[in-house]
Protein backbone atom coordinates (compact mmCIF):
# COMPACT_ATOMS: atom_id res chain seq x y z
CA UNK A 1 0.00 0.00 0.00
CA UNK A 2 1.60 3.57 -0.58
CA UNK A 3 1.75 5.89 2.37
CA UNK A 4 -0.23 8.53 0.21
CA UNK A 5 -3.63 5.87 1.28
CA UNK A 6 -2.96 5.76 4.68
CA UNK A 7 -3.40 9.22 5.50
CA UNK A 8 -7.19 8.73 4.17
CA UNK A 9 -7.64 6.50 7.67
CA UNK A 10 -7.47 8.98 11.11
CA UNK A 11 -4.05 8.42 12.64
CA UNK A 12 -3.00 7.04 15.47
CA UNK A 13 -6.13 4.55 15.87
CA UNK A 14 -6.37 0.74 16.13
CA UNK A 15 -8.54 -2.10 15.97
CA UNK A 16 -7.54 -5.76 16.99
CA UNK A 17 -9.26 -9.06 15.92
CA UNK A 18 -8.56 -11.64 17.83
CA UNK A 19 -9.02 -15.45 17.48
CA UNK A 20 -9.01 -18.09 19.83
CA UNK A 21 -8.19 -18.86 23.38
CA UNK A 22 -8.76 -16.66 26.76
CA UNK A 23 -4.49 -16.08 26.52
CA UNK A 24 -5.05 -14.75 23.10
CA UNK A 25 -7.65 -12.76 24.16
CA UNK A 26 -5.45 -11.68 27.28
CA UNK A 27 -2.50 -10.87 24.76
CA UNK A 28 -5.03 -8.51 22.78
CA UNK A 29 -6.07 -6.57 25.91
CA UNK A 30 -2.33 -6.26 26.69
CA UNK A 31 -1.96 -4.61 23.01
CA UNK A 32 -4.40 -2.79 23.30
CA UNK A 33 -3.45 -1.31 26.68
CA UNK A 34 -0.14 -0.36 25.12
CA UNK A 35 -0.96 1.08 22.17
CA UNK A 36 -3.84 3.35 24.29
CA UNK A 37 -0.85 4.10 26.97
CA UNK A 38 1.25 5.26 23.71
CA UNK A 39 -1.35 7.83 22.35
CA UNK A 40 -2.87 5.51 20.54
CA UNK A 41 -7.43 5.41 20.61
CA UNK A 42 -9.69 2.39 19.46
CA UNK A 43 -11.24 3.04 16.41
CA UNK A 44 -14.96 3.74 16.57
CA UNK A 45 -17.42 1.42 15.19
CA UNK A 46 -17.72 1.93 11.70
CA UNK A 47 -14.87 4.01 11.50
CA UNK A 48 -11.17 2.72 9.24
CA UNK A 49 -8.68 2.64 11.86
CA UNK A 50 -4.92 3.32 10.61
CA UNK A 51 -4.20 0.26 11.98
CA UNK A 52 -5.84 -3.39 11.88
CA UNK A 53 -4.38 -6.04 13.76
CA UNK A 54 -5.16 -9.37 13.22
CA UNK A 55 -4.50 -12.00 16.37
CA UNK A 56 -4.47 -15.64 14.55
CA UNK A 57 -4.97 -18.82 16.21
CA UNK A 58 -4.00 -22.27 14.37
CA UNK A 59 -5.05 -25.02 16.64
CA UNK A 60 -7.07 -26.63 14.11
CA UNK A 61 -7.37 -26.43 10.46
CA UNK A 62 -10.77 -24.40 11.11
CA UNK A 63 -8.92 -21.96 13.14
CA UNK A 64 -6.44 -21.48 10.85
CA UNK A 65 -8.87 -20.96 8.09
CA UNK A 66 -11.06 -18.59 9.97
CA UNK A 67 -7.87 -16.34 11.22
CA UNK A 68 -7.09 -16.21 6.96
CA UNK A 69 -10.33 -15.21 6.44
CA UNK A 70 -10.01 -12.65 9.32
CA UNK A 71 -7.23 -11.16 7.29
CA UNK A 72 -8.90 -10.92 4.14
CA UNK A 73 -11.57 -9.14 5.71
CA UNK A 74 -9.74 -6.53 7.31
CA UNK A 75 -7.78 -5.49 3.98
CA UNK A 76 -11.14 -6.00 2.35
CA UNK A 77 -13.24 -3.64 4.52
CA UNK A 78 -10.92 -0.84 5.19
CA UNK A 79 -8.24 -0.90 2.80
CA UNK A 80 -6.61 2.49 3.32
CA UNK A 81 -5.92 0.69 7.08
CA UNK A 82 -1.99 -1.18 7.85
CA UNK A 83 -3.30 -4.47 8.36
CA UNK A 84 -0.76 -6.26 10.99
CA UNK A 85 -1.06 -9.68 11.45
CA UNK A 86 0.45 -11.38 14.52
CA UNK A 87 -0.38 -14.74 16.70
CA UNK A 88 0.10 -18.60 16.59
CA UNK A 89 -0.50 -19.10 13.07
CA UNK A 90 1.53 -16.24 12.30
CA UNK A 91 4.19 -18.02 14.82
CA UNK A 92 3.54 -21.23 12.60
CA UNK A 93 2.87 -20.37 9.18
CA UNK A 94 3.76 -16.98 8.48
CA UNK A 95 4.20 -17.58 4.25
CA UNK A 96 0.22 -18.48 3.95
CA UNK A 97 -0.56 -14.89 5.45
CA UNK A 98 2.14 -13.15 3.88
CA UNK A 99 0.80 -14.36 0.55
CA UNK A 100 -2.45 -12.23 1.42
CA UNK A 101 -2.34 -9.35 -0.65
CA UNK A 102 -2.91 -6.02 1.51
CA UNK A 103 -1.10 -7.60 4.49
CA UNK A 104 1.54 -5.43 5.69
CA UNK A 105 3.66 -7.54 7.80
CA UNK A 106 3.45 -10.60 9.46
CA UNK A 107 4.72 -10.92 12.98
CA UNK A 108 5.57 -13.74 15.34
CA UNK A 109 4.76 -14.03 19.09
CA UNK A 110 8.11 -12.47 20.28
CA UNK A 111 7.41 -9.25 17.73
CA UNK A 112 3.63 -9.30 19.21
CA UNK A 113 5.18 -8.27 22.73
CA UNK A 114 6.39 -5.46 21.66
CA UNK A 115 4.41 -4.64 18.35
CA UNK A 116 2.89 -1.30 20.05
CA UNK A 117 6.47 -0.08 20.87
CA UNK A 118 7.40 -0.85 17.06
CA UNK A 119 4.16 1.52 15.93
CA UNK A 120 5.26 3.99 17.81
CA UNK A 121 9.03 4.23 17.38
CA UNK A 122 8.93 5.03 13.39
CA UNK A 123 5.47 4.37 12.06
CA UNK A 124 6.26 0.95 10.88
CA UNK A 125 6.60 -2.82 12.31
CA UNK A 126 10.32 -2.95 11.43
CA UNK A 127 13.03 -1.94 12.30
CA UNK A 128 11.79 -1.51 15.92
CA UNK A 129 13.25 -2.29 19.54
CA UNK A 130 14.66 -5.80 19.23
CA UNK A 131 11.80 -8.41 19.98
CA UNK A 132 11.64 -9.98 23.68
CA UNK A 133 10.67 -13.27 24.92
CA UNK A 134 9.77 -12.34 28.16
CA UNK A 135 6.18 -13.18 26.94
CA UNK A 136 4.50 -11.33 30.04
CA UNK A 137 2.78 -7.74 30.49
CA UNK A 138 5.42 -5.69 32.02
CA UNK A 139 2.47 -3.84 33.84
CA UNK A 140 -0.89 -5.30 35.52
CA UNK A 141 -3.38 -4.42 33.16
CA UNK A 142 -5.93 -1.86 34.66
CA UNK A 143 -8.64 -2.81 32.15
CA UNK A 144 -10.25 -5.38 29.84
CA UNK A 145 -12.59 -3.82 28.05
CA UNK A 146 -16.31 -5.76 27.73
CA UNK A 147 -15.32 -8.36 30.14
CA UNK A 148 -16.23 -8.20 33.90
CA UNK A 149 -14.28 -10.89 34.36
CA UNK A 150 -11.05 -10.73 33.07
CA UNK A 151 -7.70 -12.58 32.17
CA UNK A 152 -4.58 -12.51 33.26
CA UNK A 153 -2.17 -15.04 31.41
CA UNK A 154 0.29 -15.72 33.82
CA UNK A 155 1.87 -18.81 32.50
CA UNK A 156 2.72 -19.38 28.36
CA UNK A 157 4.41 -22.31 26.36
CA UNK A 158 3.78 -25.96 26.79
CA UNK A 159 7.15 -28.34 27.11
CA UNK A 160 4.04 -31.57 26.96
CA UNK A 161 3.79 -32.50 22.51
CA UNK A 162 0.83 -34.46 22.73
CA UNK A 163 1.54 -36.48 19.34
CA UNK A 164 -1.43 -34.08 17.65
CA UNK A 165 -0.77 -30.68 19.23
CA UNK A 166 0.71 -27.69 16.94
CA UNK A 167 0.52 -25.25 20.17
CA UNK A 168 4.31 -26.33 21.69
CA UNK A 169 5.66 -25.23 18.36
CA UNK A 170 3.45 -21.95 18.13
CA UNK A 171 4.54 -20.86 21.74
CA UNK A 172 8.38 -22.65 22.34
CA UNK A 173 9.15 -23.29 25.97
CA UNK A 174 6.60 -23.05 29.24
CA UNK A 175 7.32 -19.78 30.65
CA UNK A 176 6.02 -18.62 34.12
CA UNK A 177 5.04 -15.25 35.67
CA UNK A 178 6.53 -15.03 39.16
CA UNK A 179 4.23 -15.14 41.70
CA UNK A 180 5.18 -11.48 42.95
CA UNK A 181 3.90 -10.49 39.44
CA UNK A 182 0.83 -12.28 39.54
CA UNK A 183 -0.38 -10.82 43.57
CA UNK A 184 0.33 -7.24 41.64
CA UNK A 185 -1.32 -7.82 38.85
CA UNK A 186 -4.56 -9.31 41.14
CA UNK A 187 -3.98 -6.10 43.03
CA UNK A 188 -4.01 -3.71 40.37
CA UNK A 189 -7.42 -5.24 38.92
CA UNK A 190 -8.81 -4.99 42.19
CA UNK A 191 -8.21 -1.42 42.29
CA UNK A 192 -9.69 -0.95 38.78
CA UNK A 193 -12.97 -2.68 40.15
CA UNK A 194 -12.70 -5.64 39.21
CA UNK A 195 -14.13 -8.79 41.28
CA UNK A 196 -13.52 -12.12 39.52
CA UNK A 197 -10.55 -13.03 37.24
CA UNK A 198 -9.65 -15.73 35.08
CA UNK A 199 -5.77 -17.44 36.29
CA UNK A 200 -4.94 -18.75 32.33
CA UNK A 201 -1.88 -20.00 30.77
CA UNK A 202 -1.46 -22.70 27.89
CA UNK A 203 -0.55 -25.50 30.03
CA UNK A 204 -1.64 -23.19 33.44
CA UNK A 205 -0.73 -26.58 35.84
CA UNK A 206 3.21 -26.26 34.57
CA UNK A 207 3.02 -22.91 36.48
CA UNK A 208 6.65 -22.17 38.27
CA UNK A 209 8.04 -25.34 37.30
CA UNK A 210 10.88 -23.12 35.40
CA UNK A 211 11.05 -20.46 38.20
CA UNK A 212 13.93 -20.86 40.44
CA UNK A 213 13.16 -21.76 43.26
CA UNK A 214 10.59 -23.87 41.21
CA UNK A 215 6.94 -22.70 42.23
CA UNK A 216 4.12 -24.81 42.01
CA UNK A 217 0.22 -23.85 41.20
CA UNK A 218 -0.90 -24.94 44.14
CA UNK A 219 2.12 -22.92 46.02
CA UNK A 220 0.62 -20.03 44.18
CA UNK A 221 -3.17 -20.42 45.01
CA UNK A 222 -1.99 -20.33 48.68
CA UNK A 223 -0.48 -16.89 48.01
CA UNK A 224 -3.20 -15.53 46.32
CA UNK A 225 -5.54 -16.56 49.11
CA UNK A 226 -3.55 -15.13 51.68
CA UNK A 227 -3.01 -11.99 49.90
CA UNK A 228 -6.98 -11.78 49.45
CA UNK A 229 -6.90 -9.00 46.67
CA UNK A 230 -9.45 -10.54 44.42
CA UNK A 231 -12.57 -11.07 45.71
CA UNK A 232 -13.38 -14.34 42.95
CA UNK A 233 -10.42 -16.44 41.38
CA UNK A 234 -11.24 -18.70 38.54
CA UNK A 235 -9.10 -21.40 36.98
CA UNK A 236 -8.55 -22.07 33.40
CA UNK A 237 -8.18 -25.66 32.06
CA UNK A 238 -5.85 -27.37 34.03
CA UNK A 239 -4.22 -30.99 33.29
CA UNK A 240 -5.81 -34.24 35.04
CA UNK A 241 -2.12 -35.11 36.48
CA UNK A 242 -1.64 -31.53 37.42
CA UNK A 243 -5.00 -31.31 39.16
CA UNK A 244 -3.46 -32.20 42.23
CA UNK A 245 -5.45 -32.90 45.97
CA UNK A 246 -4.02 -29.50 47.20
CA UNK A 247 -5.69 -27.32 44.29
CA UNK A 248 -8.96 -29.89 45.06
CA UNK A 249 -9.10 -28.78 48.76
CA UNK A 250 -7.81 -25.19 48.44
CA UNK A 251 -10.81 -24.79 45.87
CA UNK A 252 -13.14 -26.60 48.30
CA UNK A 253 -11.91 -24.55 51.58
CA UNK A 254 -11.20 -21.25 50.78
CA UNK A 255 -14.36 -19.67 49.20
CA UNK A 256 -12.30 -17.34 47.02
CA UNK A 257 -11.73 -20.26 44.48
CA UNK A 258 -14.64 -20.92 42.10
CA UNK A 259 -16.02 -24.04 42.74
CA UNK A 260 -15.25 -24.82 38.68
CA UNK A 261 -12.67 -26.83 36.93
CA UNK A 262 -12.13 -27.59 33.27
CA UNK A 263 -10.09 -30.66 32.79
CA UNK A 264 -9.05 -32.04 29.38
CA UNK A 265 -9.28 -35.78 28.91
CA UNK A 266 -9.65 -35.87 24.73
CA UNK A 267 -10.13 -39.40 24.76
CA UNK A 268 -11.46 -42.22 27.51
CA UNK A 269 -9.45 -45.12 25.28
CA UNK A 270 -6.06 -46.03 27.04
CA UNK A 271 -4.57 -47.16 23.44
CA UNK A 272 -5.59 -43.87 21.79
CA UNK A 273 -4.81 -42.03 24.90
CA UNK A 274 -1.15 -43.72 24.51
CA UNK A 275 -1.03 -42.62 20.91
CA UNK A 276 -1.81 -39.08 22.07
CA UNK A 277 1.01 -39.12 24.16
CA UNK A 278 -1.44 -38.22 27.10
CA UNK A 279 0.49 -39.33 30.44
CA UNK A 280 -2.67 -40.95 31.96
CA UNK A 281 -5.02 -43.67 31.28
CA UNK A 282 -9.11 -43.10 31.84
CA UNK A 283 -9.15 -44.77 35.23
CA UNK A 284 -6.74 -42.23 36.22
CA UNK A 285 -9.51 -39.15 34.98
CA UNK A 286 -12.00 -41.18 36.64
CA UNK A 287 -10.58 -40.85 39.45
CA UNK A 288 -9.35 -37.30 39.37
CA UNK A 289 -13.28 -36.14 38.65
CA UNK A 290 -14.69 -38.46 41.40
CA UNK A 291 -12.13 -36.81 43.63
CA UNK A 292 -13.40 -33.48 42.84
CA UNK A 293 -16.99 -34.38 43.41
CA UNK A 294 -16.19 -35.78 46.91
CA UNK A 295 -14.82 -32.96 47.72
CA UNK A 296 -16.91 -30.40 45.76
CA UNK A 297 -20.52 -32.41 45.40
CA UNK A 298 -21.85 -29.00 43.17
CA UNK A 299 -18.56 -28.07 40.98
CA UNK A 300 -18.79 -27.55 37.88
CA UNK A 301 -16.48 -29.78 36.04
CA UNK A 302 -15.91 -28.92 31.94
CA UNK A 303 -14.18 -31.82 29.82
CA UNK A 304 -12.39 -31.40 26.35
CA UNK A 305 -12.68 -34.07 24.00
CA UNK A 306 -10.72 -35.20 21.64
CA UNK A 307 -13.00 -36.90 18.35
CA UNK A 308 -11.72 -38.59 15.48
CA UNK A 309 -8.01 -39.39 16.72
CA UNK A 310 -6.43 -41.73 13.65
CA UNK A 311 -7.29 -45.32 15.08
CA UNK A 312 -10.17 -44.13 16.90
CA UNK A 313 -12.47 -47.51 16.15
CA UNK A 314 -16.00 -47.34 16.99
CA UNK A 315 -15.44 -49.27 20.10
CA UNK A 316 -12.55 -47.14 21.17
CA UNK A 317 -15.34 -43.78 20.66
CA UNK A 318 -17.75 -46.26 22.77
CA UNK A 319 -14.70 -46.15 25.85
CA UNK A 320 -14.96 -42.04 25.57
CA UNK A 321 -18.49 -42.38 25.83
CA UNK A 322 -19.49 -44.53 28.20
CA UNK A 323 -16.97 -42.82 30.72
CA UNK A 324 -18.11 -39.51 30.40
CA UNK A 325 -21.43 -40.77 31.04
CA UNK A 326 -20.46 -42.46 33.85
CA UNK A 327 -18.88 -39.23 35.33
CA UNK A 328 -19.91 -36.30 37.32
CA UNK A 329 -19.86 -34.02 34.44
CA UNK A 330 -21.53 -31.00 33.73
CA UNK A 331 -20.21 -29.91 30.29
CA UNK A 332 -18.34 -30.51 27.07
CA UNK A 333 -16.36 -28.95 24.70
CA UNK A 334 -15.79 -31.47 21.66
CA UNK A 335 -13.33 -30.81 18.67
CA UNK A 336 -12.79 -33.33 15.60
CA UNK A 337 -9.59 -33.73 15.10
CA UNK A 338 -7.64 -31.95 12.52
CA UNK A 339 -3.95 -32.64 11.68
CA UNK A 340 -1.89 -30.27 12.10
CA UNK A 341 1.88 -30.07 9.56
CA UNK A 342 4.23 -30.86 11.52
CA UNK A 343 3.05 -32.50 14.94
CA UNK A 344 3.87 -36.49 14.37
CA UNK A 345 0.01 -37.77 14.49
CA UNK A 346 -0.37 -35.83 10.79
CA UNK A 347 1.00 -38.84 9.37
CA UNK A 348 -0.28 -41.19 12.05
CA UNK A 349 -2.57 -44.05 9.62
CA UNK A 350 -6.09 -45.14 10.46
CA UNK A 351 -7.73 -41.64 9.57
CA UNK A 352 -11.35 -41.96 10.76
CA UNK A 353 -13.66 -41.01 7.98
CA UNK A 354 -15.22 -37.26 8.12
CA UNK A 355 -18.80 -38.07 8.39
CA UNK A 356 -17.98 -40.96 11.21
CA UNK A 357 -16.27 -37.90 12.90
CA UNK A 358 -18.84 -35.80 12.49
CA UNK A 359 -21.38 -38.57 13.52
CA UNK A 360 -19.45 -39.13 16.79
CA UNK A 361 -18.94 -35.23 17.44
CA UNK A 362 -23.05 -35.09 17.68
CA UNK A 363 -23.36 -37.90 20.03
CA UNK A 364 -20.61 -36.07 22.05
CA UNK A 365 -22.31 -32.95 21.70
CA UNK A 366 -25.75 -34.06 22.65
CA UNK A 367 -24.52 -35.73 25.73
CA UNK A 368 -22.62 -32.70 26.78
CA UNK A 369 -25.93 -30.84 26.36
CA UNK A 370 -27.82 -33.63 28.19
CA UNK A 371 -25.49 -33.18 31.44
CA UNK A 372 -25.40 -29.52 31.24
CA UNK A 373 -29.24 -29.79 31.55
CA UNK A 374 -28.98 -32.43 34.12
CA UNK A 375 -26.97 -29.84 36.84
CA UNK A 376 -28.86 -26.73 35.64
CA UNK A 377 -31.80 -28.41 36.48
CA UNK A 378 -30.10 -29.71 39.60
CA UNK A 379 -29.74 -25.81 41.09
CA UNK A 380 -33.67 -25.37 40.50
CA UNK A 381 -34.72 -23.75 43.78
CA UNK A 382 -31.30 -23.46 45.28
CA UNK A 383 -29.82 -19.94 46.32
CA UNK A 384 -27.12 -19.11 44.56
CA UNK A 385 -24.15 -16.15 44.05
CA UNK A 386 -24.17 -15.03 40.39
CA UNK A 387 -21.28 -12.03 39.65
CA UNK A 388 -23.46 -9.49 37.30
CA UNK A 389 -22.15 -8.93 34.26
CA UNK A 390 -21.98 -4.97 32.88
CA UNK A 391 -23.35 -6.43 29.37
CA UNK A 392 -27.16 -7.56 30.16
CA UNK A 393 -28.43 -10.11 27.65
CA UNK A 394 -28.88 -9.26 24.54
CA UNK A 395 -32.40 -10.88 23.47
CA UNK A 396 -34.22 -10.42 27.06
CA UNK A 397 -32.46 -7.58 28.06
CA UNK A 398 -32.18 -9.11 31.65
CA UNK A 399 -29.11 -8.64 34.01
CA UNK A 400 -26.71 -11.60 32.89
CA UNK A 401 -24.27 -13.46 35.54
CA UNK A 402 -21.71 -16.20 36.38
CA UNK A 403 -22.15 -18.33 39.32
CA UNK A 404 -18.89 -19.99 40.86
CA UNK A 405 -19.85 -23.31 39.50
CA UNK A 406 -20.20 -21.88 36.10
CA UNK A 407 -23.39 -21.38 35.64
CA UNK A 408 -24.98 -18.74 33.30
CA UNK A 409 -27.78 -17.09 35.11
CA UNK A 410 -30.31 -14.19 34.16
CA UNK A 411 -31.93 -11.97 36.48
CA UNK A 412 -34.29 -9.23 36.48
CA UNK A 413 -32.39 -6.49 38.36
CA UNK A 414 -31.01 -2.80 38.01
CA UNK A 415 -27.86 -0.99 36.67
CA UNK A 416 -26.35 -0.92 40.06
CA UNK A 417 -26.32 -4.38 40.63
CA UNK A 418 -23.79 -5.02 37.55
CA UNK A 419 -20.14 -5.98 38.49
CA UNK A 420 -21.75 -7.13 42.13
CA UNK A 421 -22.11 -10.63 43.36
CA UNK A 422 -25.63 -10.87 43.81
CA UNK A 423 -27.59 -13.66 45.74
CA UNK A 424 -30.14 -15.26 43.53
CA UNK A 425 -32.67 -18.03 43.90
CA UNK A 426 -32.88 -20.37 40.48
CA UNK A 427 -36.55 -20.35 39.26
CA UNK A 428 -36.53 -22.40 36.15
CA UNK A 429 -34.21 -23.49 33.03
CA UNK A 430 -34.05 -20.59 30.44
CA UNK A 431 -33.10 -19.68 26.86
CA UNK A 432 -29.56 -20.63 25.44
CA UNK A 433 -28.40 -22.55 28.64
CA UNK A 434 -29.06 -20.04 30.95
CA UNK A 435 -31.08 -20.30 34.41
CA UNK A 436 -33.53 -17.64 35.17
CA UNK A 437 -33.58 -16.51 39.04
CA UNK A 438 -34.97 -13.73 41.35
CA UNK A 439 -33.13 -11.88 43.17
CA UNK A 440 -33.26 -13.04 47.14
S1 LIG B 1 -0.46 -30.25 27.12
FE1 LIG B 1 -0.57 -31.24 25.14
S2 LIG B 1 -2.53 -30.50 24.28
FE2 LIG B 1 -1.98 -29.07 25.93
S3 LIG B 1 -0.86 -27.40 24.90
FE3 LIG B 1 0.66 -28.90 25.65
S4 LIG B 1 1.01 -30.24 23.89
FE4 LIG B 1 -0.91 -29.12 23.48
Redesign the pocket.
Known amino acids: MKPSDRSQAPARTFRITTLGCKVNQFESADLAERLRRLGWRPAAEGEAAEVHIVNTCTVTGRASMQSRQAARRAVREAPHSRVLVTGCYAQTRPGDLAAIEGVEAVVGHEGKFCLAERLVGDGGTSPGPEPHSEPFTERPLEAFVDRTRPFLKIQDG?????S?????YA?GRSRSMPAEKVLEALARYRDSGYREVVLCG??LGAWGQDLAPAGSLAGLLADIDRQGAMARVRLSSI?PRELTAEIIARVAESGRFCRHFHI?L?SGDDGILQRM??PYDAAFFARRVMDIHHRIPDAGIGVDVLVGFPGESDAAFENTRRLIESLPVTYLHVFPFSPREGTPAATFEGRVDPRRVRERCRVMRELGAAKRRAFHRRHIGREVDMLAEARRDATSGLLKGMTSNYIPVLVDGGDELKNRLVRVRCRRLGPSDTVLADIV
Not at 158 to 162: G, I, K, L, M, R
Open positions: CDAFCYCIVPRIHEPQKR
